[in-house]
T-cell receptor, first 110, second 113 residues
Framework: DTEVTQTPKHLVMGMTNKKSLKCEQHMGHRAMYWYKQKAKKPPELMFVYSYEKLSINESVPSRFSPECPNSSLLNLHLHALQPEDSALYLC?????????FGPGTRLTVT | QKEVEQNSGPLSVPEGAIASLNCTYSDRGSQSFFWYRQYSGKSPELIMSIYSNGDKEDGRFTAQLNKASQYVSLLIRDSQPSDSATYLCAVGRVGGGADGLTFGKGTHLIIQP
């Protein structure tokens, strides 16, 4: 089973809102990732957590704040986003090299 | 700067033929190579991984890796209309959460019935 779940599926938020994206995996994977994908572009890495510790932050603006409460959960807290932040936000997990993606959250910032 | 290059297409292939997708990468330290399939509006789905030079076959899919030429390819035999999608080549240096993947821009494949 290589299932990664993400909630919500869709999110519309205003520029002054605070919201959170959630990701969960029950495969015992040691690493979890956030990627951002704009339309007709490839996924771009945002954050990597390894053993619940942030190991990579790809110079992402502070209006995106990741959190890893435990080895199965990954959150992405959103605050004061801009319309250009509208995208598909993908969570992935891996034990070693192979990364498995969740279905994504399609975010629209108005 | 890690770069992964793919021809964006569209690549149009008749049903039943072999589809050939290519990818080159710039980082010689890359150790892991993947092909993901992405349908419109969906998330990427891992279809092949390859780590050493040569060919790796899985059903109708064959991945080929040549580290000296920094080249990865994917062959899809007996192409079906359901294979129509964007195919993303992805490359990594190390695993286990020490690195993310760098993706190419993807090749849009169309299988013509």
């Amino acid at each position: 089973d290589t299932e990664v779940t993400q909630t919500p599926k869709h999110l519309v938020m205003g520029m002054t809102n605070k919201k959170s994206l959630k990701c969960e995996q029950h495969m015992g994977h040691r690493a979890m990732y956030w990627y951002k994908q704009k339309a007709k572009k490839p996924p771009e890495l945002m954050f990597v957590y390894s053993y619940e510790k942030l190991s990579i932050n790809e110079s992402v603006p502070s209006r995106f704040s990741p959190e890893c409460p435990n080895s199965s959960l990954l959150n992405l807290h959103l605050h004061a986003l801009q319309p250009e932040d509208s995208a598909l936000y993908l969570c992935a997990s891996s034990q070693n090299f192979e990364q498995y993606f969740g279905p994504g959250t399609r975010l629209t910032v108005t | 700067q890690k770069e992964v290059e793919q021809n964006s297409g569209p690549l149009s292939v008749p049903e039943g033929a072999i589809a050939s997708l290519n990818c080159t990468y710039s980082d010689r330290g890359s150790q892991s190579f993947f092909w993901y399939r992405q349908y419109s509006g969906k998330s990427p789905e891992l279809i092949m991984s390859i780590y050493s030079n040569g060919d790796k076959e899985d059903g109708r899919f064959t991945a080929q890796l040549n580290k000296a030429s920094q080249y990865v390819s994917l062959l899809i035999r007996d192409s079906q209309p359901s294979d129509s999608a964007t195919y993303l080549c992805a490359v990594g240096r190390v695993g286990g959460g020490a690195d993310g993947l760098t993706f190419g821009k993807g090749t849009h494949l169309i299988i013509q019935p």
